[in-house]
RNA sequence: GCCGAGGUAGCCUAGCUGGUUGGGGCGUCGGACUCAUAAUCCGAAGGUCCCGGGUUCGAAUCCCGGCCUCGGCACCA
């Protein structure tokens, strides 16, 4: 038995195309498997703990679990409609998953992997409560910027460790926290480097943009994990009034999943999970989980003698509109509200995902390249093939018998092996691109072998002709079930085979007669009003980010005199060292010097800003970034995250005031 | 800065253990056909294989240097 899993959704927010990157492709993987007649269990489930969920519940009012419910409910539903389905999907806050992860916990307390350490933690005497991760605000000791608890988001993105935050606050009420010491728990992934080294160099499988990752942060410094932290939603720490960290409980899904979708299958969980060392699981995760999946869980895994996993495939990253995936900044497909209620095939979308470039590599989603991919590969190619011959075959025969050209069965053959290879490889693409270049064969086939005239001179033959291209759109129809399971069931059911226990093989079975209905249109098109509808609202919901991210109302004259602008000339520019952004300025604002830290390294070089003459921000608090002292701030515009700088357009002394 | 991945025609890419004219798909242009959702088929145009140097009889493919893009640099879900 193998089992495939995917990375485990966060219900914290709703299902977008980034989340299909992983779960399309996985669930493609796993229906091929099947049709190679491999015995596959796959499964998924809610990751229902965490920070993020306890603050967004409060937020709103509710409980985290009415949140998660929610969020839990949203995805089931979104993989239903995908055609993503797992033997099981779980959640990560359900008893089974307590249970197990107690029961790991427990074992590797029991193995010497676990210690308990006094650390500093922010505290709020008014809720009396320790304040874990995003419960904390305050100052960034580096850089001064607002800060997150565990990390300095708005400004330098350091992570910040227990304690290191200035003047915390307690994000629920807003008073001072203070700091009290208090026992955590660590797992000691530092006992795991030599393990982890030969494990990533020879055992585990997977996508290089996983394992190299890996790799490289496996050599470099290992850290013990803190594996506990103050919530009260969460798998509680065995003897101790804390849960342990989500990282531990969320993977460990991955085997209480699989314990769940045994009893229901009356299989033993047992043969995956405690099978000795490398067993048959592979990992479809996000690159943004690699080091979880790679590094910490492998460790945990052997830490509490459990087997280990055998590949780990990564997908690449997801643009839109050939920008960088951002809900923050509107570039972002939802699922629900984008795809479906605007009422296109699911199977469109999946055939995207998977056929769009390798699953390695970056994929953009634009709404154009959709439009010409469905019409001309999906519909003109494929669905056009399958409607001709099924049209024409039931016009003027009804049944079909005649004789298969072996050209045909040799022609289904290699398109299977290439699948197949393509498949073991993780080549989703390859195997997508094989089906099609079977449908673009049978369109030369049927238009070379003109059934539209043989049937006014050669009806035999052309009952021939007809049979050939019924065998290969059967085998289009195995073929291509993977990537489209709604349609391609469909038209199995038309033909007459049931779909869910067909084999590859079955493609070169000759298929003696066939009595054939009046057929139906597979897809439709889509068309282009409705694209640009599609771009209509990503454009507006991009433009509301933007308005949304500066943020601004209507200001008084009074709070614009409080800025004191001026010019001033850049005397010195060097680089900071250790940064890429930065950039130590001094710069002659009129009656002073002062030096700047500006964050335009990466566009400018030191000696191309000297002697310019730029805006300056001059009464903002002073700050460190990088160590390094600023006193002002050169304005600049905003152009895609990039600075240009601005300068005035003629020569003017430094210190004139901008007003 | 360090570490990855990558830079091949308008777009997506194959090739990358070096060896005849760098394949394929989309798009474009021309033609053919009419069974089919103006779908299909045939043909054509289109490339400094990021730049520079080196190794070699010979490099997109190996080596060195540079430029550019994306990502990671961790207890962030």
Redesign the pocket.
Known sequence: MKLVTCGLP?A?GKAHIGHLRTYVPADVYVRYLRLMGQDVLFICGS?C?????VVNAEKEGISPKELVDRYHEHFQKIFRELGIEFDFYGRTDAEYNHRRTQEIVKRLIENGYVYAKEIELAYCPKCDRFL??RYVEGICPYCGAIAR???CDQGC?????PGEIKEPRCKICGSKAEFRKQKHY?FK?TAFKDFLIDYLENKLQGT??AL??AR??VK????????TRNLEWGVKFPGEDLVV???VD?PIGYISFTEEACKRKGLDWKEIWLNGEISDITHFIG???V??HC?FWPAMLKGAGYSLPKAVVASG?VKVEGK?FSKTRGYVVWVEDDYLKAGFNPDYLRYYIVN???H???L?FSWK?FR??V???I???L???????L??AW?NFGRIEGKVDPVVIDKIAEIKDKIVSAINRWEF?EAS?AF??LA?FG??F???S????LIKEDRDKCMDVLASCIQIVKALVIFAYPVMPKTMSKLAEFLGFDIANARLEDALKPIESIELKKPF?????VDDKKIEEMERVMLERIRRAEEAESGKELIDIKEFEKLDIRIGKILKAERI????KLMRLEVDIGNEVRQIVAGIAEVYKPEEVVGKLVPVLVNIKPAKLMGVESRGMILAADVNGKPVLLHPDREVPPGSKIR
């Open positions: 966060y914290n990751d703990h965490g920070t993020p969920i874990p991760d608890g565990d990390e993105g350091r992570h910040l460790e660590f992934l290089e943009n190299n990752y490289q942060w470099s410094e290992l850290r013990d994990w803190c594996i960290y989500v990282w969320a690159l943004d989980i080091y979880h590094i990253m960088t769009y470039t390798s390695e590599k970056d953009n390249v010409d991919k019409n001309n590969e519909i003109a190619t669905g056009n093939f399958i409607y001709r011959v049209h024409f016009k693409k691109d099609m270049e673009t369109n030369e049927f238009q070379s003109k059934p539209w005239d249109i597979p897809f439709e098109k060292k250790g940064s890429k």
